[in-house]
């Protein structure tokens, strides 16, 4: 169903005109009430009063990851503290985190758009849902709860993992819709297979796959194994969380809702347009958030944007799946990795500075495996096989509780981590998707 | 002291008035418990074809009691009294292997929970400017969406961060000024414990309160805490069978748990005989829901012991206070705040033929948490002499008990006929844990 | 082909002396052992002359144990000549499973048990005779 | 009466034991006995040889992480029973064995047992005491 119709298809005039509006308008809020934004407007030398158009944005400045993680904890905020009703974090880059928060009415607006996402997929008031991602900071559990709630769906909150309960459950209550990573549903499959359920007479009709990269060919495997739908959300919590965007059932791109989160498509390099169509760095401008409203806040996904009108009716513009990233950041089982973290995490423990190596690789039917690579050192080096476990456990732990993610640790003899001009080489994705 | 209410009108009504709204709410619920298949020859065998044929209070002793097993032999549907249309959320209880039970709600009950939630909030004069950091697992279970729901009614700033992982947790605490924990107790001597490891000082926080439930333990530990951290401590009761958190919670006097009686019809009992006992007499918690459209139970045996306070309480709240929860009637093990039947543990391991016929778990304290260790003998005849393999084999049996019942245990492997040998799996369990 | 005992132990403090204890009261003597730990529980590896009897005796003790084939090598005590073996091995691409030796006489001969996967061991032992390696029975 | 014996730390890799054995070979050191501690991704290879100090040099000089550790040798007699009996003195005296390994019964009237104490010296005390012969480095050289 299309969930919201006067936004999802109104003519591309009046949604240039409403965009221009609320561009102004948020343009104004940020700079009235979020000092970092003043400060880097008066830098960059534009007013809001600049801003009279769409094509105004280009006057404005950037907003990156860097900015976020400097202006930890409250210096985005554009809401005092306790209208803020709630408070998401992920890791970032280094020992920080990035924040975001939410108003009431942002959370409103999350359920919004989250119900217009699972209209894109196909979910009508009624179905059932079992949210497979997991809930707590990570967006992805609560983001899927409150847009299901918001449409009228009966919401079965699986969280993640435990995948004999999440196939129990989808037998006995029959959900029509899963949403959680592409990998973990096929992932089930295999599960299903041995718990001896048939995947292909599943429950599941519709899913509704994201928080990590995958391909056109993992999508006919998800179909043709579960005999359901597979279909594409995309989203940041930079940005709300899920919801930012999400394809139809034509699956022909993601429909972006770009009433409320405005898209441009930039050069990496040079800052500047791409030409319409190609491919570029994806930038978000939130046209109403409250909190935390993030003006040309870059992504680092690289898509490409297509403006025609798609055959189910809706006039939003549609993005590419995500081609590729413009940092060094890998997604392990819908978690962003830096590599910087587990650097950060090796020097913590005391007495390694060493060199190390992650390996991401994902085996037919199973799970991303994160191992991370460790080059023994001397002073690290204990005859007794007890310590070096033990050594090889802390490491282990240490970065599980930073990053949320199951990895396994793995000892080298030095020197044995490939280097290239004297620096080791950092990640190494065998993932074929 | 300043006292606050959410719902004063319901939160300070006199007793009579009280007994009147359950009457006529129990009524309802009973029309409602007669729409599902497990109630309607239930009832009607006890000679209650409707809501009617309630006259008073006192009838309820008529219906007979619910219990867990009657759950479990109802999954998945047969206390669903509305269309499923109607169900907006539902939970289900652990449980893989055994037989798990559900609680569905529809859009008034879940409306109905968050307002006893907010209510227990206020009561402990928390509100608008609290930032409350919620250490409770999110998703089926109902300890992390229970409390969201009715500090986000109130207007906290709520940190949805979900269980585990000490150190983001102090961090989120410092950066964000929490006021408001929601924790298990022993959790939060955990966090004590481990903050200089961790590279923080108590002077980082900004902590006033703790709401904290979900495991036994004594007033000394509450006194400790409040000491240890300089916060007020309050506990909190709940269960999924009942909604979750939110069935009775403590006031600013801290004297018991004030249960909301417009919501649940409490009742303590004989564990034995089932009969009713006077205040401040210890026995089984039984309750009956008033408020809820989707799952209707009627005087459900909560396993729980503890008693009534007698009085009224200095807040005014005309609700009843429970006593701690003292014990258990049943041999459920709660292990860092999660239920753990050992039939769930033992039914895993006898499935493994690497095992031999001889487990043993114990309980232990490290440091303030406890820790799940499983001991299992390796069954001779299935011994091929490789190590390798019974490396696969400790992976196995703890991957496959992480994933029936959510903790993650210490698996060790022992020679046949080591360990003791007990008849009966309740037996097998030794807790070692000293009471907090 | 050689057999070798593999016995499941706990690592706890009169582990090892109970086992050694049921092959002494035996009459078995113990030509090599070595152990496999893994800190909480390990394996204890021996060369028994009679293996079966050892079995027998353990088992019956309820110890949880297997006899495995195994390859004991002697090669002579030369500079070099261990690399030389596993030398051989890698090239065959024959993957060690555990390993161990010593040198009996100095100047002589050594001796090295080979614990391989079983569908290595006959080619192996082709190998090693082609190689001048001396493979005991 | 402590010998030193080497350990190296080597990857799970096929050939890094030749490669150890070959290194110490070109440079004529000799390896009396061996052992290997492994877990799935590593392994201790741990070594007793003619000239431990000069081993560990040539090791490290070519990149591997090598130590030296303390050891004690002890010699039993060759009859069922031997092993046992050492472990029993052991036991009752309450010494702890980190780890152990060597044992040769069949090839020689001599039976070799390598230790590793956490507390060497009393170990050494109580084995001396019940008349257990020590193998220092000067005997162990002529083995």
Known sequence: MIWNKEMECMDLENLKNTQAERLKKITEYAYKNCSFYKKKMDKHGVNPEDVKGVDDIQKLPITTKNDMRDSYPFQLFSAPIKEVSEIHVSSGTTGNFTVVGYTKEDIKLWAEVMARALGCAGAEPGDMIQIAYGYGLFTGGLGFHYGALEMGLTVLPASSGQTKRQLKLMNDFKPKILACTPSYCLYMAEEAKEMGLDPKKSSWEIGSFGAEPWSESMRKEIESTWNMLATDVYGLSEIIGPGVAHECQHKKGLHIFSDVFYPEVIDPKTGKHVKKGEKGELVITTLTKRAIPLLRYCTRDIVSISYEKCQCGRTSPRISKIVGRTDDMIIVRGINVFPSQIEHVLLGIEGIHPHYQLVVDRKAGELDELEVIVEVEEKIFSDEMKALRSLEEKIKKEIESILGVFVRVKLVEPKTIERSEGKAKRVIDKRVL | ?436 | MAKQLNVFIENKPGRLKAVTEVLASNKINIDAFTIQDRGDFGLIKLIVRDSKKAYLALADKGYACAVKDIMIISPKDKIGNLSRLSEVLLKNNINIIDSYGFVIESEKKGVCYLELNTDDLKKAKRILDKEGFKVLE | ?143
């Not at chain 2, 926080?205 to 000491?227: D, H, Q, V």
């Not at chain 4, 004690?72 to 031997?82: L, Q, S, T």
Request: proline letters at 3%; hydrophobic letters at 35%.
């Open chain 4, 1 to 143: 009466m402590k010998l030193t014996q080497i350990s190296v730390f080597l990857e799970n890799r096929k050939g890094r034991l030749c490669d150890v054995g070959s290194l110490l070979g070109n440079h004529g050191i000799n390896i009396r006995a061996l052992t290997i501690a492994e877990s799935p991704e590593f392994g201790i290879l741990r070594m007793v040889v003619d000239k431990p100090k000069d081993a560990v040099d040539i090791l490290k000089r070519k990149g591997f992480i090598a130590k030296l550790t303390d050891i004690v040798a002890v010699e039993v007699d060759d009859r069922p029973g031997g092993l046992a009996r050492v472990l029993q003195i052991l036991y009752d005296n309450s010494i702890n064995v980190e780890y152990m390994y060597g044992f040769v019964e069949k090839f020689s009237d001599r039976a070799l047992l390598v230790f590793r104490f956490d507390s060497p010296d009393k170990a050494i005390s109580v084995l001396k005491k019940n008349k257990i012969n020590i193998v220092g480095a000067k005997a162990m050289e002529k083995i």
């Open chain 2, 1 to 436: 002291m300043e006292i606050t209410y959410w719902n004063k009108k319901i939160e300070t009504i006199d007793r009579d008035a009280l007994k009147k709204l359950q009457l006529g709410k129990l009524r309802k619920t009973i029309d409602s418990a007669l729409k599902t298949r497990f109630y309607k020859p239930r009832l009607k065998k006890a000679g209650i074809s409707s809501g009617k044929d309630i006259k008073s209070l006192a009838d309820l002793e008529n219906i007979p009691f619910t219990t867990k097993d009657d759950l479990r032999e109802c999954y998945t549907d047969g206390l669903l009294s509305v269309k499923l249309d109607d169900v907006v959320r539902l939970h289900t209880s652990s449980g893989t292997t055994g037989i798990p039970t559900v609680i569905y709600h529809t859009r008034h009950d879940l409306d109905k929970w968050t307002e006893l939630v907010a209510r227990s909030i206020i009561a402990t004069g928390s509100g608008k400017k609290d930032i409350f950091q919620n250490m409770m697992t999110y998703g089926l279970f109902t300890g992390g969406l229970g409390l969201h729901y009715g500090a986000e009614k109130v207007g906290m700033t709520v940190i949805p961060v979900g269980g585990g992982n000490t150190k983001r947790q102090m961090q989120l605490m410092k950066d964000f000024k929490t006021t408001v924990v929601h924790i298990t107790p022993s959790y939060m001597l955990h966090i004590y414990s481990k903050l200089e490891e961790c590279g923080f000082a108590l002077s980082d926080f900004n902590l006033k309160k703790a709401y904290m439930g979900a495991e036994p333990y004594s007033e000394n530990t509450r006194k400790k805490i409040e000491k240890l951290f300089n916060i007020e401590a309050y506990n909190s009761y709940g269960l999924s069978e009942m909604n979750g958190p939110g069935v009775a919670f403590e006031c600013v006097y801290k004297t018991g748990m004030h249960t909301w009686e417009d919501a649940y019809i409490l009742e303590i009992v004989e564990p034995k005989t089932g009969k009713a006992l006077g205040e401040e007499k210890e026995g089984e918690i039984v309750f009956t829901t008033l408020d809820r459209k989707a799952t209707p139970l009627l005087r459900y045996r909560t396993r729980d012991l503890a008693s009534v306070y007698k009085g009224l309480c200095k807040c005014k709240r005309t609700h009843r206070r429970l006593s701690r929860i003292t014990g258990r009637t049943d041999d459920m093990l709660i292990v860092n705040g999660v239920n753990v039947f050992p039939s769930q543990i033992e039914e895993i391991i006898m499935r493994i033929p690497e095992v031999g016929n001889n487990y043993q778990v114990h309980l232990e304290k490290e440091g303030a948490l406890d820790k799940l260790i499983v001991k299992v003998e390796i069954y001779s005849k299935m011994f091929k002499g490789d190590l390798r393999e019974l490396d696969a084999l400790k992976e196995k049996i703890k991957t496959e008990l992480k994933a029936s019942i959510i903790i993650n245990p210490v698996m060790e492997l022992h020679e046949p006929g080591s360990l003791p040998v007990f008849e009966g799996k309740a037996k097998r369990v030794v807790d070692l844990r000293t009471k907090i």
